[in-house]
Nanobody, 115 residues
């Protein structure tokens, strides 16, 4: 059974940091491209960052220089280090695993940036 479980969300003040984690099971993690998406209230889900099976990364313009995506294939875990957070980063953050026609999603973790 394929499963992705996010953790690390919470409430943080503007300028603060959070580190999200996504633990994968039931998939050969190292073969999958992994992504972080987010969805703010009233908005569509958007791609935040991605990392290929080979380690190439890409970022949305809005988070470049502030967020860092990484993966630990030995631990079957995906990370998103979020620094210099701003209120506009408030959203539910979702982990996604993708390989060919296969795509799996986590349940999401809430990130709220507010003073």
């Amino acid at each position: 059974q394929e499963q992705l479980v996010e953790s690390g969300g919470g409430l943080v003040q503007p300028g603060g940091s959070l580190r999200l984690a996504c633990a994968a099971s039931g998939v050969t993690f190292s073969n999958y491209g992994m992504n972080w998406y987010r969805q703010a209230p009233g908005k569509e889900r958007e791609l935040v960052a991605g990392i290929s099976s080979g380690g190439r990364t890409n970022y949305a313009e809005s988070v470049k220089g502030r967020f860092t995506i990484s993966r630990d294939n030995a631990a079957n875990t995906l990370y998103l280090q979020m620094d210099r957070l701003i209120p506009e980063d408030t959203a539910v953050y979702y982990c996604n695993a993708r390989l060919l026609q296969y795509s799996y999603w986590g349940q999401g973790t809430q990130v709220t940036v507010s003073s």
